[in-house]
Each structure stands twice: as structure tokens, then as C-alpha cells.
């Protein structure tokens, strides 16, 4: 099908509708401003515009069903928890989300979720496992889906903790320091955000109130440890070294976008596995969060750190039940993770904010 250009209505004008991605499609429509819009094809007839609409419209429902229905292959039952059970304080909780900044409702649902537990329960930040703007990245700290697919969507005054975020392959399909210097406007007056990036990879501490107990949070620059770029990769693994090997803090938690484990469709990351894995066993690290896979997956602790994939704030993907698996589930979700003194208490939380599995676990002993 082809645009008749001797048209009289392109001498009105055409108007370009984008951005209407959603669970990874893109729509491009061209609409005259006529009365009567249409299209024109070979021969002459001209398709209504309100038809192509209701089309594309169909198109979209049937692909957003269809990726609402993916599945957990090999399923098995999960163990029993309890849906209703907390920590008793003083505690620190978080929330950690991947491939989520895609705007649309299913990331407004999720947001709505999310805003629902920091009122009912809290959580001093959200950690993000990477992709935080699927399909594209940002092109600048002025990117135009900032407004749209972060601060709007998550506006300050209804939910006003910091994002702590990490990168994803998406997020360097642009450029992924203009995250970093966006995180910049994080005290720059009116301009103020809650994101926080100070580096592509970096740390920061949390601590309950009295500092009774502390959490340190890593948040690392995964893409290096796959890049085949050996110096970058080393130079980090190195700066992770020390960063964890200096530590005082009674938990430690160690995020990136590319997991170490997983059983969905990209399955464990090699590089992970021979460069950071053995840094996370040496130093007794409590808790490695990633995303990529477009899932949830608790799996099953290694030598005593626990594996989280926390990825599914968008376009859902099947996933796979493994030997290793303690949970999965799919169909878009999110984690929130509450740590007393001596306590751990994890929550899968599905995109109505139901809580579909949880486990409670007792701190290992030593920094």
C-alpha cells in the first residue's frame, strides 16, 4: 500500500502519530486533516482512516493479550508462605524492578502498585535491574521520556523515594550517561529528580532508624563483564573488589542488569559467572538482584548468596522452571524486600500488588 501524493488533502498536511509502543510494538500512522480522512492506494480506493485505527487498535489488543498470557514452562507448586507476614522494626525495605520504563498502562499499573506498598508497608528507594527505558535508552539528561515515562508516572508527591538505578542493553542504544547526568539534577533546585546514578556503576548505604543495622548497595555497570572488552572488565571487578572488601555494613546487596542465573529465555551470563560470581562468594555478599529476562525468578542460593530476577515490569516473556528454581513467575511484576538485624523477608508482587510468593530468611553470619 502506498500514499497517493497528488492527494489534494497532503496539501493540508499530514500529522505523524508515534510512540504508541506497547509490549514492543511500534505504530506509525499517517492522518490528512481532512474531514474525512483516508488513505490512498494503487487504483484509487481510499481505506478510512477510523478503519485503520479500529485495525491498529486490534493489532495491539491481540499482541498485549497475547504477551499477558505468557508462561512458566516446567512449573512446579511453590512452597507455602504467608502473604501477610512483615518484619518487625526497625527494618529497611526496597523495591527492585527491570525493563520497566516502557510508559503505557501496564507500566502506570505497576507504578500504582508500587505507590499502593510504600503506603501500606514502605521502603526508603527502589532499585532498578536495568533496562529503564526499553527499546531506546534516553538520548540526554533533556530526553523528552523522562517527563513522560518517569516523573509523571511516578510523581514525587505521591511516591518520593529515590530511584537507584543500574543500566540495561536498551539503555545503551542511546546514550547511557545521559542517565548519569541526569542524576546530576538530584540537587540542582527546581530541577530536582529522584534519580540517582552518580557513575555508571557505584555504591551507597542505607540505614535503619538509629542506625541499629546497615545495608550496602552495590549497583553494578553489567555490560562490561559481557562486552569482551577485558580491561574495562577488569577494571570494575577490581573496583568491586574493594568496594566489598571495605565494608561494615551488616547486609549487603549487589545489583546489575545481566544475571548470574537464570532459567528464562537468555538463560545464566557466562561473564557473570566467571567474574563476578566469585567476588559475591568471597565476600559473603547476602543478595545479587538482575533483570534482562523479563520474569521473576527466586533461585535456589549458592554457597550462600541468594539470586533474585526482578524483571518483569514489561512485555512479559515465557520462563522456565529449573533445578535451581525456588519461584518463577511471569506476566509483569516487581519485588519488595524488607531486611531487619538478623532478618531477610522477600515478596514477588504480581501487577495488581498481590503478593504471589514471599520467603523469610535469616542473615548469614560476618559481613
Avoid at 499482541?63 to 512452597?79: L, N, S
Avoid at 557466562?270 to 559473603?284: D, F, I, Y
Avoid at 518463577?328 to 538485624?341: E, I, K, V
Wanted: glycine share 8%; hydrophobic share 45%; aromatic share 10%.
Amino acid at each position: 500500500m502506498v500514499m497517493n501524493h497528488n492527494d489534494p488533502a497532503r496539501a493540508r498536511g499530514w500529522h505523524r502519530f508515534s510512540d504508541c509502543a506497547r509490549h514492543g510494538l511500534s505504530v506509525h500512522l499517517w492522518m490528512p486533516f481532512s474531514t474525512n480522512p483516508a488513505i490512498a492506494i494503487d487504483g484509487g480506493a481510499r481505506i478510512p482512516f477510523a478503519f485503520l485505527r479500529l485495525l491498529s487498535v486490534l493489532v495491539l489488543w491481540s499482541a498485549g493479550a497475547a504477551a499477558q498470557h505468557a508462561k512458566v514452562e516446567d512449573a512446579r507448586p511453590a512452597p507455602s508462605f504467608d502473604a501477610d507476614e512483615r518484619l518487625a522494626p526497625p527494618a529497611v525495605a526496597f523495591f527492585a524492578i527491570g525493563n520497566w520504563g516502557l510508559g503505557g498502562k501496564d507500566q502506570r499499573a505497576l507504578a500504582e502498585t508500587m505507590v499502593k506498598k510504600w503506603n501500606a508497608d514502605g521502603a526508603v528507594a527502589v532499585l532498578t535491574t536495568g533496562d529503564n527505558f526499553p527499546e531506546s535508552g534516553v538520548t540526554g539528561a533533556d530526553d523528552l521520556k523522562w517527563a513522560a515515562r518517569f516523573e509523571s508516572i511516578f510523581p514525587p508527591d505521591a511516591f518520593p523515594i529515590p530511584f537507584w538505578a543500574t543500566l540495561g542493553d536498551d539503555d545503551y542504544k542511546s546514550s547511557p550517561d545521559a542517565q548519569v547526568a541526569y542524576a546530576a539534577r538530584a540537587s540542582s533546585g527546581s530541577a530536582r529528580t529522584r534519580w540517582r546514578m552518580p557513575a555508571r556503576y557505584w555504591t551507597t548505604r542505607f540505614a535503619a532508624d538509629g542506625d541499629v543495622f546497615s545495608v550496602r548497595v552495590v549497583g553494578l555497570d553489567t555490560r562490561d563483564f559481557v562486552s569482551g572488552d577485558t580491561a574495562r572488565a577488569g577494571r570494575q571487578a577490581a573496583w568491586l573488589d574493594s568496594v566489598l572488601a571495605a565494608r561494615t555494613e551488616d547486609w549487603t546487596v549487589v545489583l546489575g542488569y545481566h544475571p548470574v542465573f537464570s532459567n528464562g529465555m537468555h538463560g545464566n551470563t557466562l561473564g557473570m559467572l566467571r567474574r563476578v560470581k566469585p567476588l559475591l562468594e568471597k565476600h559473603r555478599v547476602d543478595l545479587f538482584l538482575s533483570g534482562r529476562d523479563h520474569d521473576m525468578q527466586l533461585i535456589a542460593s549458592v554457597k550462600g548468596v541468594r539470586y533474585i530476577v526482578s524483571g518483569g515490569g514489561s512485555r512479559p516473556a515465557d520462563t522456565r522452571w529449573g533445578e535451581n528454581t525456588v519461584f518463577a513467575s511471569t506476566n509483569l511484576g516487581l519485588l519488595w524486600f524488607q531486611m531487619s538485624a538478623s532478618e531477610m523477608l522477600v515478596q514477588f508482587l504480581d501487577r495488581d500488588g498481590s503478593v504471589v510468593f514471599a520467603k523469610r530468611e535469616s542473615r548469614q553470619a560476618g559481613p
